[in-house]
């Protein structure tokens, strides 16, 4: 339908005519998410005549129609202007049930006053939701205005319902909680300290995945018989970690933020161990959990292990290594899938295995179990293969830089920081990166301090040793020595030959020839050469 015919009618219709006009508009553009440019100023106008009928006392169908009417608009940033308004604001807010900080605005259409039944109220409350969902998205200023009429003090005021509202009140509600956190790093705090809407968080979690408290920060087990979670409850509960994760980035201290940060790791872990109703869903909901449990203090990541009602494996110092057995699999999963872009999928979960190990060693010794048992054939090449360490040594190549190092890293922090360990497990050829950007080229260890418990190698390893290629990794088959029938004269032809060819290759700066400094850091060969020798300590002349 043109919209020159929807703005003339608009003006003057009743109700009925209204909803009439805005349904068949709704029908002809419900698919619609790229507009014509040419009609952007009938969309500006057909949202500000949208805003006009809904300022007034309008029966809940045709606010609905209104409200759907608005939500296709807002897909167009460029025609956001009548929305992103005090009024415009307070408007859908207000259908939102989300104007706790305004009183007696007369934009308030719906009022304590208002007859129209719990289901009607209901979705013209979602509406209103997704409405103000797209605005925020779509627009800097209505971002601004948000913040001016403290919409965030209204959506906590709703998570305080969480108990009994109604799956969709929830789902928006709490995505809406997570556009404001995310595109308004300055309403964080504001969140955290006025509004508490950390604990609040927190208790929707507790709620919506069933967590029964056993101890202080210890969750009773899930039952292995149970049916999966249902998907509305694991939807809300992922835009909760979204929202908490938005919430937990910038530093924060005290004793109560210390006590929430151990009561999130403590529910992670619950929902660690609980499936969905797909196999995809259960994975995507462990990556907002990994996500979360990245940007807690490491010190809180005893609450994975440390389950005293569940108990543990007595070879771990009685720790449950459940909660780290399933940040494995998702690890495995992530590297096995194709295409898959690594650097948002994989690397987080690597990040915390790897801060986890580092500071627990109960963790770092199960994991380098699971990931980097004692060596027995050596006579493959270490990125060749399918277990999990031919996988993490074939990522210390890739393209990505920041998939690279985190692999690396990893890998690095298993071997306790040893040079001679990580080599031992990848060779010198695959730990190079890592080894010039820790100036360890030397040799030598990493900052971090570890238990003295020593690594035994197999015999067949042992047996080995000698054979093995330390560039490669592993014992390669004798080859042939290609100088071996060349006359004296035919070595010295080639020998001059390389040199030349080097020489050439020097000079147009297509390679450089490099050396290690004391320090362990590459630098420019003449650099290397000109830096005095460290002193000895004597007074020799």
Known sequence: MDLNTILSQLETADEEEIEKFLRQYIRENSHTFSFDQKEESLRSKLCQSVLSVLGRRVKPSCQKTCLETLRILSRDKRVLAPVATREGMLILGGMARLNAGEEGDDNQNISQEDTQSEEEERVVVVEALKCLCNVVYNSPAAQQVSVDVQLVHGLCATLRTARTWHHEVGLFTLRLLFLVSALRPDVRGVLRREWHAVRLLMEVLEHTLDVSWVGPYEAARPDPQALPMPAEDNERAMEALKALFNLTLSDTGG??????????????????????????????????????????????????????????????????????????????????????????????VLSLLTEGSRHHREIRRYIKAQVLPPLKDVKIRPEIGTTTRNKLVRLMTHVDMGVKQTAAEFLFVLCKESVDNLLKYTGYGNAAGLLVARGLLAGGRGETQYSQDEDSDTEEYKSAKPFINPITGHVEEPMPNPIEEMTEEQKEYEAQKLVNMFDKLSRQNVIRPMGVRPDGTLAPLEETLCDPPEDSGSDSD
């Not at 403590?266 to 940007?295: D, G, V, Y």
Request: proline share 3%; glycine share 6%.
């Open 255 to 348: 004793e109560e933020d210390d006590h929430h940060f151990r009561l999130i790791a403590a529910i992670l872990r619950h929902s660690l161990m609980l499936k969905t109703e797909t196999e995809e869903k259960t994975e995507e909901a462990h990556s907002h959990a990994i996500n979360l449990l990245n940007n807690l203090p490491v010190s809180c990541l005893d609450m994975l292990i440390d389950v005293p009602v569940q108990g543990g494996l007595e070879i771990y110092g009685g720790k449950n290594m459940d909660a780290v057995q399933m940040l494995i699999d998702f690890m495995e999963k992530r590297m096995d899938k194709q295409g898959s872009n690594y650097k948002e999928g994989l690397t987080p």
